[in-house]
């Protein structure tokens, strides 16, 4: 696409720029004035890791960025420093985390989820290695099917961590057919919000109101999950893995056996022998079986399911055809009971394949050609869906600012060639994300300044992306700044999730333990998503809750205490040194005369009360400049 | 310097925040709730879509299924009947457990006898024979029914109206409707002692956002999570909150006026006057030992519906807008499949005088009028049972009663009738969306119009469903 002319010719950086360029001048608006450096390294930590650049980074940064020649450059190099860090990973998949709707723990009386967190690490790892998107996509789908290794099954937990609902067996089947086809409708849902931004689920009822997606659309995929069901699925190879199996089966048994023999009344005699006995084939198997503990992925694997009547009509049974696929009859207005004609499982009508018909799915569940489909027919779509999560997250607001939802009923986009012509370069640069980060990253409209009083009064909204947009750090990235602040941060990656109540919890917030029926109260009241459902976007609430977690929980005032240890550490006794390094650490910059003077003022005739200190750490970790990137 | 002129240094002149400067410096000139809320508040006092008849609601909910034949429902029939052989039919049927599927049931006669009780003469058992002295305030609704008769998702629907999806609790969309008239409490309180079927997705804002979500209250000494002040003096944290203000209002100066940056500072102050509201509204030293005698609450006790009914009506008074009360909750509840007198029997005898104590209260206060008091629980339970010896009943969702009283409903009536057994509806069903639409209606709400824009299509309370029952409205 040709690159619009712009009048101000020396502003653009980046072929984005004269898009957004063009569109200002057309409103007769200028563009910000560049960001300054401290600013600038500030938001760049936030966007690319989640947390704050210490002091030593920022003056790094300040040196290396002046005179402004310089500038440019140093910029490329701090994004370059960032996108290697493991930390850019951990930042990015919590942000895909919420569209997956991740949880660690579901209801206990729900299918189990054990190893949910080989999933999250498993994503962390993929935008770490800057897995091409197009990949990241199908391997979610259908890994698989796609010959690649085993120990890739974990991609799969997409699928495998859907939200299943309690069936009760002992209710005829229509009632269970109601529940069972609510659980296809969720992975309908998530599927096409999450990859093509289309709320298909609407079609369950109705041919879509606003877009060209028909029941007969919504069927045709919902069929590829009547196709599936929940597994643990090995992740190596059936050379390892089958000879596991059977030795998981025996210790099942060997333990079925021993529980038994332990109930018996009268208790025979040798007992304990018995018992001794069985417990030691048990650890020989355990230990005499390479890779007995062997990770399991919590996968799908392909299964048709039919809801049919028990014998005598007893209830009902839920009939899983292992490696069979079924379609689906259309449903009146979405009732299974009330079924039409069948509808073969395809792609949506809106996107043909090359001979002008939807791709019919034809292998298995066809789980691999749905995966197909949505990188290759509808590659436009599903590129654009994700360019503009990744540019929403750099600028605070999309291109369409409906992240999930690109229909007719969405928001329109504000500028529709720069989102077509980033797309197509995007997918030019093999879907690289961390490409794309840099387009926008190196961009003259991300390096502007939030302060922009003109553009501020005339575009509310900033449709016109002419300043940065300013922006509040989510729940994660506020409490790993504050524990990294406090110097108490512990950086261990993956791994098991552990409870964030726990105040031995000093790990990144994305590795606490989400629970899909009994949400963390830390987390809730902190506008984290409901993990039962795809979450296209943060809701960003200021509520008094939030704020007494601030003044009141044992987790700020343990940090604040940290924090002033550290300030100790690093800036010795004087009360001038260890506030200057205080907003170093927190606010990348010195404090003003009059901060200063304000706290002399809150500290004197208490400069060596640690509680005074306590308190002055607590309001500056609950500051809005700690929790505002501007 | 002392601290209070340190305070006024750091704090002077301040624009943004009269109302915390105020409290601050201990000129408190302004009652509970009476500032204006900020422009951007989400909490902010809505106009309703017409004049309401109710200001707030408090929702009793009975989790496990109360026995609708055994107490608002009379049917002589049963007792005439009683262990004489029914039918069931095959559907209802397979609603049993599988080691009680005979096809031939009995019917089991109420364990309570009923009697016409007020002027109105409402037929009532004597389950709950306090609520029924209240019986010209009632308006029964005895032809209520429920999607689903298993208690997780009978729950979800008689707050969600989905009996599986994730949606927005009614009280979430009251708060999100009319906003608080209490800007130093939360607008959704819930009173749990531990957690319902289903969990906290009962009081769940889900894509509404997040400050309409019910605030769950434990009863006991700490109520409402890190609200106690941790630092022993008040003047202390003052000073703190006071630094915290200026650097607030520093920041704030200098970026312009951008409203995320005041709703926090916003949200700060309602902070600061919460730690003061909530533990006053929950501390009962100064309710009288008539209203402790009255709610049947020994002094001190924070224990049984007593004090969670007495919690209530401080909540309604302080302008909770809607207030729900669980009883029991996921286990030891109303599920009474082995023996109805003796559970039914224990648990009413723990809500029936405080329910009743709340009634005559709000109406004491004059308040009854204006606040709409709903008893409600997921499903009914069975008219019969398979042995003639039976003692429980099972799940009934296809027809069960719930009430309500005060705010714009007509008392001393009864709406909607089952058959003469209280298997199912007859006249006049109320489905939950019904139920939904009618209490939405009693706040001046239109629930067609009360809608909330998510994935692509504008969602509401009552789906796409649900009629006004005109026929309660006073």
């Known amino acids: 696409m040709p690159s619009p002319k712009v009048r101000n010719a020396k502003w653009p950086q980046k072929p984005i720029d004269p898009f957004l360029l063009a569109a200002m001048e057309r409103q007769s608006t200028q563009p910000a004035a560049p960001a300054d450096a401290r600013t600038i390294i500030r938001r760049l930590h936030f966007d690319l890791t989640g947390l704050a650049p210490t002091p030593e980074e920022v003056e790094a940064f300040v040196e290396g960025s002046s005179p402004a020649g310089n500038r440019q450059s140093a910029i490329a190099a701090a994004v370059d420093r960032l996108l290697s860090s493991p930390a850019y990973g951990e930042r990015w998949a919590r942000y895909w985390l919420d569209l997956a709707r991740y949880v660690d723990e579901t209801a206990s009386w729900l299918e189990k989820t054990t190893s949910a967190h080989l999933y999250r690490d498993w994503v962390i790892k993929a935008f770490n290695d800057d897995l091409p998107y197009d990949q990241f996509v199908m391997r979610q789908i259908a890994t698989d099917q796609m010959g690649l290794p085993p120990q890739d099954r974990h991609a799969l937990a997409f699928l495998g961590l859907a939200p299943t609902y309690w069936k009760e067996l002992q209710l005829p089947p229509d009632i269970i057919k109601a529940t069972v086809a609510d659980e296809w409708e969720e992975h309908v849902d998530t599927l096409s919000r999450t990859f093509l931004g289309l709320t298909l689920a609407c079609a369950r009822c109705h041919d879509h109101k606003s ?176 360019v503009n999560r990744v540019w929403r997250h750099h600028f605070g607001r999309g291109i369409v600012d409906t992240p999930s939802e ?72 506020w409490r790993d700044t504050t524990l990294a602040c406090a110097g108490t941060l512990e950086r261990s990656m993956g791994g098991v999730a552990t409870p964030l109540t726990s105040d031995k919890n000093l790990r990144r917030t994305l590795y606490g333990t989400v629970n899909r029926h009994e949400l963390e109260p830390m987390l809730r009241i902190h506008d984290f998503p409901d993990p039962a459902a795809h979450s296209a976007a943060r809701t960003e609430t200021a509520t008094a809750l939030q704020m007494l977690f601030s003044l009141n929980s044992p987790f700020l005032l343990a940090q604040a205490d940290a924090l002033v240890a550290r300030m100790e550490k690093e800036a010795g006794p004087m009360l001038n040194a260890r506030v200057t390094r205080a907003h170093a650490i927190l606010f990348q910059r010195p404090p003003t005369a009059k901060e200063l003077a304000m706290a002399t003022g809150f500290l004197t005739g208490r400069e060596t009360d640690k509680k005074a200190w306590s308190q002055y750490a607590q309001a500056l970790l609950a500051s809005n400049e700690t929790q505002f990137v501007d | ?291 402790h005698r009255l709610y049947g609450l020994e002094r001190g006790s924070t224990k049984g519906f007593a004090w969670q009914c007495l919690m209530a009506r401080r909540l309604a008074e302080r302008g909770v807008r809607f207030i729900e009360l669980i009883d029991t909750g996921a286990s030891g509840n109303w599920d009474s499949h082995g023996d109805v007198g003796g559970d039914h029997g224990r648990l009413a005898r723990n809500v029936d005088g405080p329910i009743a104590a709340l009634l005559k209260d709000l109406k004491g206060r004059g308040m009854l009028s204006d606040t709409l008091v709903v008893w409600g629980t997921e499903f009914g339970r069975t008219p019969f049972n398979t042995a003639k010896d039976a003692k429980g009943r099972e799940h009934h969702a296809q027809a069960f009663t ?33 139920f939904h639409a009618t209490l939405l209606h009693l706040l001046g709400l239109d629930h067609t119009r009360l809608t909330y824009r998510h994935a692509g299509r504008d969602f509401r309370l009552t789906d796409v469903q649900g009629n006004v029952v005109q026929d309660i409205l006073a």
């Open chain 2, 1 to 291: 310097m002392n601290r209070r002129a340190a305070l006024q240094s750091l704090a002077g002149n301040s624009l943004l925040l009269p109302g915390m400067l105020c409290e601050l410096l201990g000129e408190d000139a302004r009652g509970a709730g009476t500032a204006a809320p900020a422009l951007t508040d989400p909490l902010a006092p809505q106009r309703p879509h017409f004049v309401p008849k109710a200001k707030r609601v408090i929702y009793l909910h009975m989790s496990g299924g109360v026995s609708h034949v055994d107490s608002w429902d009379y049917k002589p029939r049963l007792v005439a009947d009683h262990n004489q052989p029914y039918q069931v039919p095959r559907k209802m049927l397979e609603a049993f457990a599988e080691n009680n599927r005979s096809p031939v049931k009995f019917y089991k006669k109420p364990v309570w006898d009923f009697k016409p009780r007020g002027q109105s003469g409402l037929w009532i058992s004597e389950l709950f024979p306090k609520t029924a002295e209240c019986a010209d305030d009632l308006c029964l609704i005895r032809s209520m029914y429920n999607d689903h008769a298993d208690h997780a998702q009978a729950t979800l629907g008689i707050h969600t109206g989905s009996v599986n999806f994730t949606r927005p609790s009614m009280g979430s969309w009251v708060s999100y409707g009319l906003g608080t008239q209490n800007a130093n409490l939360p607008s959704f309180m819930v009173i749990a002692p531990v957690l319902p079927y289903s969990g906290a997705q009962v009081w769940a804002s889900d894509f509404l956002p997040g400050c309409h979500q019910g605030t769950h209250v434990v009863p006991g000494p700490n109520p409402v999570p890190n609200i106690q002040r941790r630092l022993p003096d008040a003047e202390l944290q003052a000073m703190e909150l006071g630094l915290s203000a200026a650097l607030n209002r520093r920041h704030l100066l200098a970026r312009g006026n951008d409203p995320q940056l005041a709703a926090r500072i916003r949200a700060f102050e309602t902070a600061f006057g919460m730690q003061a509201a909530a533990p006053e509204a929950f501390d009962l030293s100064k309710e009288s030992d008539a209203t």
């Open chain 1, 211 to 386: 877009d060209p997606i028909t029941a007969a659309d919504y069927y045709a995929i919902a069929g590829v999950f009547a196709s599936v069901r929940h597994a643990e699925v090995p992740t190596m190879g059936d050379e390892f893995w089958l000879p596991v199996k059977k030795a998981r089966e025996s210790v099942a048994a060997l333990e079925k056996e021993r529980d038994e023999l332990k109930k018996k009344k009268p208790a025979p005699a040798d007992l304990t022998n018995q018992v001794a006995a069985i417990d030691q084939k048990i650890a020989g198997l355990k230990t005499g079986t390479p890779h007995f503990n062997m990770a399991m992925a919590t996968a799908v694997e392909d299964a048709a399911l039919f809801v049919i009547p028990a014998a005598n009509n007893k209830g009902t049974v839920l009939d899983f055809k292992p490696g069979q696929a079924r379609d689906l009859e259309l449903m009146k207005r979405g009732d299974p009971n009330k079924t039409g004609d069948i509808v073969p499982r395809r792609f949506l009508s809106a996107f043909p394949a090359k001979d002008g018909q939807p791709r019919r799915f034809t292998t298995g569940s066809g789980r691999l050609e749905l995966a197909q489909a949505i990188v290759q027919e509808a590659a436009p779509l599903t590129a654009r869906v994700m």
């Open chain 1, 406 to 477: 690109f229909g007719l009923t969405g928001d329109a986009p504000s500028h529709p060639e720069l989102l077509d012509d980033l797309t197509a370069r995007f997918i030019k640069n093999g879907w690289s994300i961390k490409w794309l980060h840099r387009e926008i990253l190196l961009s003259a409209a991300w390096q502007q300044s939030s302060l922009a009083p003109d553009s501020e009064k005339r575009d509310p909204e900033n449709k016109l992306f002419a300043r940065m947009s300013r922006r509040r750090l989510d729940f994660e990235a």
């Open chain 2, 402 to 434: 719930c009430w309500m009283a005060g705010g714009g409903v007509k008392g001393g009536i009864s709406y909607g009738e089952t058959d003469e057994y209280g298997n199912a509806v007859a006249v006049n069903g109320v489905h939950v969306h019904d």
